[in-house]
């Protein structure tokens, strides 16, 4: 399941192609790009509401289908004995299942990958009504073959389609705080319907044949196609700006867009889909531990699948109907996760405050701490409680309780490791993700095998708490990572690459970037001096005008290099540079170095795009912190001496930040071509 969150890579991929393919193009192709940063086709300016009704609408289409993977469970004695299949010596009957995970592995490695290039919506329609078409021949299966080769097309299907949802997320919500209640909405929903599957079936199971399962589910999942077709709007920006792009090629215009140049091979895309996923599993412990960890609590709830019915009717005589109306106590426990994972959010922001490796930014591990909640006082405590209540003289909701503890803290723990393996490796998180979601579904669809023999041999309190002691094994780990966290990420070349790209990312936030800013005084402090006022706001204007300066000559560069390709200009000067240069400037110290000019030419539209994002964000926190600071200083003044209004200057300084902004109008032809269609802003 976390596989399906591979749209958190870094945006920059788009810049990667060769300078030989750009040079190629004619000078007077026009580069398909958004009309500035509020361009209102970009998914990121999309009013709020539009956002969560789209996100809304993918998740309840997740909801339905996700159900598929276990809901026919419950009927597996039924189907047995019409196709002749015996459990006396091996579960057989979960062999569906089995082939269902087996599906989802596959297909989410390496289908996605290429199917993602076609944009979420084609993707979305076009997997969901083959979902549709499979479920079929379930109700109209003629022997148990046909049921394993069809559910394994159906659990591809399912996770091809919980991965485009997953896409949708990230692709309308642009920033961490932003994403995360949704992330959490989609790992519980996606949790919890797993967990219905088995609870809805037996509903459908207690009053009609097993078949009914599937045309009942055939039903409700093709009322939701006409819905989708016509309101789940495309979403991946690269679609958007090929789309736009065609238009203007079928208007007889040449245009193209910059993942058109920087196209990959299909073998490529391929091969690298398969190859860093299971080289980040065999080589970095951190993706390891998370794949069995994540694997362990998913494959647990499908465990259940098998061990709920297997209890209840020997200690209760209960038949499989009734067991699988119990495991719905499991999706309670994992909306109740959810909310956990939405509590603990805090904690990891307020880690920002003692971060020394990229200061100002969260600590990575900060992460776990819902995770180690959730594994144990949920999933360890949980599996006990769960197996020492299982006595015939003990109620049946005691064992429930248990499977509910077991829900909640496997929504805590999946959630945490996935916003973990974002955090400590950034852009290389899809392959990160693409090996958990191998080890998940693999897991999935082979642990329950071992259930019955478990719970017969070791009985069901020892059982249980096998499964506990795992469980508890693997809480330990995040302490390991919490003590050698740095050393851990230092000797993984994913994780320093991420570091790196943090450090430069965090120049907008970290409070080492302004050192220059004291304190806010507060009302009950002497009013600061007429000079120091005077002293900010010249400050502010020389920000403002260095970044118009430097703004101006990258742009011009970036024009060069697409116009004339064939000039070898030197580099830009790195962004640490710039940012010195200008805490030189703001400081009114001299620049410990004379301030290079910027070369006529770039080498790669790609330099351009990071210096100017880099010098952006630097100034744009400057100015805000200076103009905070200044208004604050009008507001002590005024109320100390009793004005009433603000005092001389306060329109120069807004004139100065209007003027840069609209200097700072991202609507020229050399942005256009320096600017990554995903960027942030």
């Not at 290039?117 to 079929?136: E, H, K």
């Amino acid at each position: 399941m976390l596989c399906v969150m591979d749209n958190l890579r870094a945006a920059s991929h788009h810049f990667h192609g060769s300078d030989s393919k750009r040079s190629n193009r004619p000078s007077d192709t026009v580069i398909v790009t958004w009309d500035g940063p509020d361009d209102p086709q970009d998914p990121f300016n999309w009013t709020l509401p539009r956002k969560r009704a789209v996100i809304g609408l993918a998740l309840f289409a997740s909801f339905i289908s996700s159900m598929n993977g276990s809901i026919i469970s419950v009927a597996h004695e039924a189907i047995n004995e019409e196709f002749h299949v015996s459990d006396a010596k091996f579960p057989h009957s979960y062999w569906p299942i089995t082939s269902w995970g087996l599906g989802g592995a596959l297909f989410s490695l390496v289908l996605f990958p290429v199917m993602e290039d076609f944009g979420t919506r084609p993707v979305f329609l076009a997997t969901y009504f083959f979902f549709i078409c499979l479920l079929v021949p379930i109700g109209l299966a003629q022997n148990f073959a046909t049921l394993i080769v069809v559910r394994f097309f159906s659990g591809g299907c399912v996770q091809l389609i919980c991965n485009a949802v997953a896409s949708i997320i990230t692709n309308v919500f642009e920033e961490d705080r932003a994403r995360s209640v949704p992330i959490s909405l989609y790992a519980t929903v996606y949790l919890a319907s797993t967990s219905l599957g088995p609870a809805i079936g037996s509903c459908i199971f207690q009053f009609l044949s097993w078949r009914w399962i599937g045309y009942i589910e055939l039903i409700w999942t093709a009322a939701l196609f006409p819905m989708l077709f016509f309101c789940l709007p495309e979403t991946r920006g690269p679609a958007i700006l090929l789309a736009k792009a065609k238009r203007l090629r079928h208007a007889g215009k040449k245009a193209c867009t910059a993942e058109e140049l920087d196209h990959v091979p299909l073998g490529q895309v391929v091969i690298r889909s398969i190859q860093r996923p299971l080289y980040m599993l065999c080589t970095e412990l951190v993706v390891f531990v998370a794949a069995v960890w994540a694997a362990f609590s998913l494959g647990t709830i499908y465990l259940f699948t098998q061990s709920v019915e297997q209890v209840y009717r020997e200690l209760y005589a209960w038949d499989a109907v009734q067991a699988g109306y119990v495991q719905a106590a499991i999706a309670i426990g994992e909306v109740l996760g959810c909310g956990l994972c939405a509590l603990t959010n805090h904690w990891y922001y307020a880690s920002a405050a003692r971060n020394t490796e990229v200061p100002g930014t969260p600590i990575p591990e900060a992460r776990l701490y819902g995770a180690i909640i959730g594994g144990f006082f949920g999933v360890t405590g949980g599996m006990f409680v769960y197996g020492w209540t299982s006595y015939p003289t003990i109620h049946w909701m005691a064992p429930a309780i248990g499977l509910a503890m077991v829900g909640f803290g496997t929504t805590a723990v999946v959630t945490s490791l996935a916003n973990y393996l974002a955090d400590a490796y950034s852009k290389f998180v899809a392959s990160a993700y693409g090996a958990v979601g191998l080890v998940e579904n693999t897991s999935l669809a082979f642990l329950p095998f071992a259930a019955t023999a478990m719970y017969t041999n070791l009985g069901f309190q020892w059982a249980s708490s096998l499964l506990a002691f795992v469980s508890l094994a693997l809480v330990v780990t995040p302490f390991a990572v919490f003590r050698w966290g740095k050393e851990i990420r230092s000797r993984s070349p994913f994780m320093r690459e991420a570091i790196i790209e943090r450090q430069q990312g965090s120049t907008a936030t970290s409070p080492k970037v302004l050192p220059w800013l004291l304190p806010i005084p507060s009302f009950t402090d002497p009013i600061p001096p007429r000079s120091e006022e005077d002293r900010l706001r010249a400050t502010l204007t020389n920000v403002e005008k260095q970044q118009q300066q430097v703004r101006a000559q990258i742009l011009a560069g970036a024009h060069q290099a697409v116009h004339n390709p064939s000039q070898p200009p030197p580099p830009l000067p790195s962004p640490s540079e710039i940012e010195s240069d200008t805490l030189d400037l703001i400081n009114r110290r001299p620049p410990s170095r004379p301030l290079q000019p910027l070369p006529p030419g770039l080498a790669a539209i790609k330099d351009a795009k990071e210096k100017l994002d880099a010098y952006d964000e630097t100034c744009e926190k400057a100015r805000n912190e200076l103009k905070e600071r200044i208004a604050k200083y009008e507001r002590l003044r005024a109320a100390a001496v009793g004005w009433g209004e603000a005092p001389r200057g306060t329109g120069g300084g807004d004139t100065a930040m209007g003027n840069t902004e609209e200097t700072n109008g991202r609507t020229g032809v050399a942005y256009d071509v320096a600017r990554d269609p995903r960027r942030k802003r």
